[in-house]
Every structure is written in structure tokens, then in C-alpha cells.
């Protein structure tokens, strides 16, 4: 058990498990896109340890860029969306997948996909490292999913709690 802020948290997925799962979406990716060069679009902050693992594990070609939204505050999400740091790329025509740490309600991925889907891309899929599908509001299409998990608030590898966790090597959920 770690403490983070006020709150507890256990171990929930361990690194191992976690680096295991990602290189099979990795793997996915691979033969989806083979013969192919897709864009990532990382969301950050929170996806950077799982665009990073995933990257490594990659073996097409494949371009990377980063885009920053947030919904959170502390330990929920607040349904309104910021856009803090935009996509300058050019992506019309392009195949392009969209990197996020966790979906769970669906309002950040919607709005995300409407801004991506509006520049004209050739395709567009999502890869999320964790899915909280009892959380789900508004559904969209995932096609790389890490874990579907519990409506629990988790932190680490690269997810926080106002802003501290983000480090931590493994996932860890809110102990009860």
C-alpha cells in the first residue's frame, strides 16, 4: 500500500503485466499498419510512460506527436474538456492512431475525435491503455485496449492524483 496526498492505494497492475500487455498491442498495431506509417497522437499528460512502452515495441514506421487535454481534478473527472497544447500537424489523408492513458467517461475522446476527425484523416482508431467501461457516457470505438478495469480511480504509470503518481512503475487502485 502507498499513500498519495490523503488517500491509500494497492497494487493493482504490476509493471511486468503491463509491459507484457502493451507490447501485444504493439504487435497489433504492427500487422494493422504494416506496409503503412501511422501518426500517434499521445495525449498528455498521462499517456507518456504508454506511448513510450509502446514505441519501443513498435517495429513499423510509424511518426509520433503530442497533444495535452485535461478533465480531471483530483480523483474525478470534471466533464469539460481543456485544450492546453493543440495538434500542429498535418494529418488530412494520414492513418492516424490516438494514444490515451485511460477512457472512461468519453467525453475527453469525443471531443478529441471531433477535432481529429474534422482535419480529414485517412483513418482513425484509438489505443487506450486502460477502459472503464461502467464509467462509459459517451461510446466510441476502441480498438487497442490495454485492460478493461473496475469504474475505480487508478494512478501511475503516468496517471496522478493531483499531480503526484505519474512516476510510479505499476498501476495502483484507490483502496477501499
Known amino acids: 500500500m502507498i499513500q498519495i496526498h490523503d488517500k491509500h492505494f494497492d497494487i493493482f497492475i504490476d509493471q511486468e503485466t503491463l509491459e507484457a500487455r502493451i507490447a501485444k498491442l504493439a504487435e497489433?498495431?504492427?500487422?494493422?499498419?504494416?506496409?503503412?506509417?501511422?501518426?500517434?497522437?499521445?495525449?498528455?499528460?498521462?499517456?507518456f510512460l504508454f506511448v513510450a512502452e509502446l514505441m519501443k515495441n513498435i517495429r513499423i514506421d510509424c511518426e509520433i506527436t503530442f497533444i495535452r487535454l485535461n478533465?480531471?481534478?483530483?480523483?474525478?473527472?470534471?466533464?469539460?474538456?481543456k485544450q492546453i497544447?493543440?495538434?500542429?500537424?498535418?494529418?488530412?489523408?494520414r492513418d492516424v492512431v490516438i494514444i490515451e492513458d485511460i477512457v472512461d467517461t468519453g467525453h475527453t475522446m469525443a471531443e478529441l475525435l471531433g477535432q481529429v476527425t474534422?482535419?480529414?484523416?485517412?483513418?482513425?482508431?484509438?489505443?487506450?491503455?486502460?477502459?472503464?467501461?461502467?464509467?462509459?457516457?459517451?461510446?466510441?470505438?476502441l480498438k487497442y485496449v490495454?485492460?478493461?478495469?473496475?469504474?475505480?480511480?487508478?494512478?501511475?504509470?503516468?496517471l496522478d492524483y493531483d499531480?503526484?503518481?505519474?512516476?510510479?512503475?505499476?498501476?495502483?487502485?484507490?483502496?477501499?
Do not use: W
Request: hydrophobic share 35%; glycine share 14%.
Open 71 to 81: 478533465s480531471y481534478e483530483g480523483t474525478g473527472t470534471t466533464g469539460k474538456v
Open 163 to 176: 499531480g503526484l503518481g505519474r512516476n510510479l512503475p505499476c498501476i495502483y487502485q484507490l483502496a477501499e
Open 85 to 93: 497544447l493543440g495538434l500542429s500537424e498535418e494529418i488530412s489523408g
Open 118 to 141: 474534422a482535419k480529414k484523416p485517412r483513418s482513425i482508431e484509438i489505443a487506450t491503455m486502460l477502459h472503464k467501461p461502467e464509467a462509459t457516457r459517451i461510446p466510441v470505438t
Open 28 to 47: 497489433q498495431i504492427d500487422h494493422d499498419y504494416a506496409g503503412r506509417c501511422p501518426l500517434l497522437i499521445a495525449v498528455l499528460n498521462g499517456s
Open 146 to 158: 490495454g485492460f478493461a478495469i473496475e469504474n475505480k480511480f487508478v494512478l501511475g504509470y503516468g
